[in-house]
């Protein structure tokens, strides 16, 4: 008797969450309306569906404003990078400058620049002649 009791209960138990659901859900039908939780429905669904999309396309329209394609000035390999951002190049090793569209050599702090040497010699060689 006390067994069999005990097994009814544990029954009940099981299916609660599913009994419980199924009250809630005539809960609120009986209390907002048939057609107010339809159309909750369809506007949940179209905003599921339609989210995902918005967002995606969101996403891609931001990467191709942010992201730019060019070749490795030192090594010429091609990748991808983020605009106005610092990194080093996967392939060489060189670090780089993404500037608006295209890539560039960061020269490191203390190096002669080659184009600031060769202006002054051929200053030179022109007073010279
Ligand atoms: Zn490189």
Redesign the pocket.
């Known amino acids: 008797m006390n067994d069999r009791f005990n097994k009814i209960i544990q029954l009940n138990t099981s299916g609660l969450g599913c009994w419980l659901t199924i009250i809630l859900f005539a809960f609120i039908l009986t209390s907002i309306g048939l057609g107010w939780v339809i159309n909750g429905f369809i506007i949940l669904l179209t905003l599921l569906f339609i989210l995902p999309v918005i967002v995606f396309w969101g996403f891609q329209w931001w990467l191709k404003r942010k992201l730019v394609q060019d070749q490795?000035p030192?090594?010429s390999?091609e990748f991808t990078g983020f605009k106005n951002t610092e990194f080093n190049?996967p392939?060489?090793g060189?670090p780089l400058q993404v500037t608006a569209e295209s890539f560039s050599r960061i020269t490191p702090p203390g190096t002669i620049d080659v184009d600031a040497v060769e202006i002054p010699v051929q200053k030179i060689e022109e007073n010279n002649y």
């Open positions: 490795c030192v090594c390999y190049c392939s060489c060189e």
